[in-house]
């Protein structure tokens, strides 16, 4: 016997909310759902309505939870972030930005009815910071509170640790951390939602690693101005806050007393002067962070000219440290990627709230994007992974 089709009554005005917050015209909905503009077209204006399963790929496609397609009225629409691109600033967001936005709030709120559901709370963020602030204190203050490493070798090898070291660091002051793999380098570097409740810093995940470790920073800061922000942190152009959270940022991550104990910067005697590209690499590298934050440094501490340091950027830009990829055999696993993605304080979470029967399986699989297998071994390479993190 045929089975009878089940239609999805969604309330077509919704459907054009969903897909207008999306970013995507109506030809671009239909191109991605694989299907004719007409049908779709047909269903925004009540003349016909998708099966159950479309709607649950539509609503996956727009990224919105189902049951909102069927309300009366659209939700309240949450703020935007203020935005600091410079130059992009007057572009609007793609709908891959606004897709990882959306992705970004939903984790943050999973995370925190979670953390009521297994009684552990994020920790207060209690420093902050105002922009009028001295940034030579600030940084202080920053580096004070997250307890930062003083003197060279740094506590790691690579840009890979460096990340890792700074990113628990600032997990464990109350900050979600997670990574957009959908957006261009060029629209974004991260965006930070820290107005009210558990901050969430989002870094781009086509960046690599030392670049990375400068916009975890710099978005840090953003967090403790109690600001929501995009970011794109190669702009000249970008607002006087902006660069107050990269000159913030460089000093934490390379203090006045450490760079001029280098040995680049010891053979120059202290002169301003030219630095070359590989110069500025190692100077990076040992400070386990990109060349952008180097030169900045170099900048603020009289060591490089504002004239050198424009020529290089509109020349190079975020491509110099973009140049400079992670080189290795392989990459890391589908388990490695979705820790990483999703956190370290989310992913313990959710599986908390599993076995203390808070949660199903179903919602485990829902939270973390996987199906039922997978979440289990999941469970077993996150283990692995705390106890190897410490």
Same mark, same amino acid.
């Given at each position: 016997?045929?089975?009878?089709?089940?239609?999805?009554?969604?309330?077509?005005?919704?459907?054009?909310?969903?897909?207008?917050?999306?970013?995507?015209?109506?030809?671009?909905?239909?191109?991605?759902?694989?299907?004719?503009?007409?049908?779709?077209?047909?269903?925004?204006?009540? =003349?016909?309505?998708?099966?159950?399963?479309?709607?649950?790929?539509?609503?996956?496609?727009?990224?919105?939870?189902?049951?909102?397609?069927?309300?009366?009225?659209?939700?309240?629409?949450?703020?935007?972030?203020?935005? %600091?691109?410079?130059?992009?600033?007057?572009?609007?967001?793609?709908?891959?930005?606004?897709?990882?936005?959306?992705?970004?709030?939903?984790?943050?709120?999973?995370?925190?009815?979670?953390?009521?559901?297994?009684?552990?709370?994020?920790?207060?963020?209690?420093?902050?910071?105002?922009?009028?602030?001295?940034?030579?204190?600030?940084?202080?203050?920053?580096?004070?509170?997250?307890?930062?490493?003083?003197?060279?070798?740094?506590?790691?090898?690579?840009?890979?640790?460096?990340?890792?070291?700074?990113?628990?660091?600032?997990?464990?002051?109350?900050?979600?951390?997670?990574? =957009?793999?959908?957006?261009?380098?060029?629209?974004?570097?991260?965006?930070? %939602?820290?107005?009210?409740?558990?901050?969430?810093?989002?870094?781009?995940?086509?960046?690599?690693?030392?670049?990375?470790?400068?916009?975890?920073?710099?978005?840090?800061?953003?967090?403790?101005?109690?600001?929501?922000?995009?970011?794109?942190?190669?702009?000249?152009?970008?607002?006087?806050?902006?660069?107050?959270?990269?000159?913030?940022?460089?000093?934490?991550?390379?203090? =006045?007393?450490?760079?001029?104990?280098?040995?680049?910067?010891?053979?120059?005697?202290?002169? !301003?002067?030219?630095?070359?590209?590989?110069?500025?690499?190692?100077?990076?590298?040992?400070?386990?962070?990109?060349?952008?934050?180097?030169?900045?440094?170099?900048?603020?501490?009289?060591?490089?000219?504002?004239?050198?340091?424009?020529?290089?950027?509109?020349?190079?830009?975020?491509?110099?440290?973009?140049?400079?990829?992670?080189?290795?055999?392989?990459?890391?696993?589908?388990?490695?990627?979705?820790?990483?993605?999703?956190?370290?304080?989310?992913?313990?979470?959710?599986?908390?709230?599993?076995?203390?029967?808070?949660?199903?399986?179903?919602?485990?699989?829902?939270?973390?994007?996987?199906?039922?297998?997978?979440?289990?071994?999941?469970? !077993?390479?996150?283990?692995?992974?705390?106890?190897?993190?410490?």
């Amino acid at each position: 016997m045929r089975q009878r089709r089940v239609e999805a009554l969604l309330n077509p005005p919704l459907l054009v909310w969903a897909r207008e917050q999306a970013g995507l015209s109506v030809s671009e909905a239909a191109h991605k759902f694989k299907m004719p503009v007409s049908r779709l077209r047909g269903w925004e204006q009540g =003349a016909g309505h998708p099966t159950m399963k479309q709607a649950r790929d539509l609503a996956a496609l727009y990224g919105q939870p189902l049951g909102t397609l069927y309300l009366d009225h659209p939700p309240a629409a949450p703020t935007r972030p203020a935005d %600091f691109r410079g130059r992009m600033a007057s572009e609007p967001y793609s709908a891959a930005l606004l897709g990882e936005m959306r992705r970004a709030r939903a984790i943050r709120d999973a995370a925190v009815d979670l953390s009521l559901e297994t009684d552990h709370p994020f920790p207060k963020i209690d420093l902050a910071l105002t922009a009028d602030l001295d940034v030579e204190v600030a940084a202080q203050q920053m580096r004070a509170w997250l307890d930062a490493p003083v003197g060279l070798p740094r506590p790691w090898q690579n840009p890979n640790e460096a990340f890792t070291w700074w990113r628990r660091r600032v997990e464990s002051k109350g900050v979600l951390v997670v990574v =957009a793999r959908h957006v261009s380098g060029k629209e974004m570097s991260g965006f930070t %939602f820290a107005a009210e409740g558990v901050p969430v810093i989002a870094l781009n995940g086509t960046d690599p690693m030392a670049r990375r470790v400068f916009s975890l920073l710099h978005e840090l800061v953003h967090v403790l101005l109690r600001q929501d922000s995009v970011s794109e942190i190669s702009s000249l152009t970008a607002p006087g806050v902006e660069q107050f959270c990269n000159k913030v940022a460089a000093r934490v991550l390379i203090p =006045a007393v450490d760079l001029r104990a280098h040995h680049l910067v010891i053979a120059t005697g202290g002169r !301003t002067r030219a630095w070359d590209a590989a110069e500025l690499r190692t100077l990076a590298a040992d400070f386990g962070t990109s060349v952008q934050a180097a030169y900045i440094r170099l900048l603020d501490e009289q060591l490089a000219t504002r004239a050198a340091y424009t020529r290089w950027l509109e020349e190079v830009g975020g491509r110099g440290d973009r140049q400079e990829r992670d080189k290795g055999k392989g990459g890391p696993s589908f388990y490695t990627l979705k820790i990483h993605d999703l956190g370290r304080p989310f992913v313990e979470r959710v599986y908390e709230a599993f076995h203390a029967e808070a949660i199903s399986l179903a919602s485990v699989c829902d939270l973390l994007g996987v199906k039922a297998d997978v979440a289990r071994k999941l469970e !077993t390479r996150f283990a692995e992974f705390v106890l190897k993190a410490g």
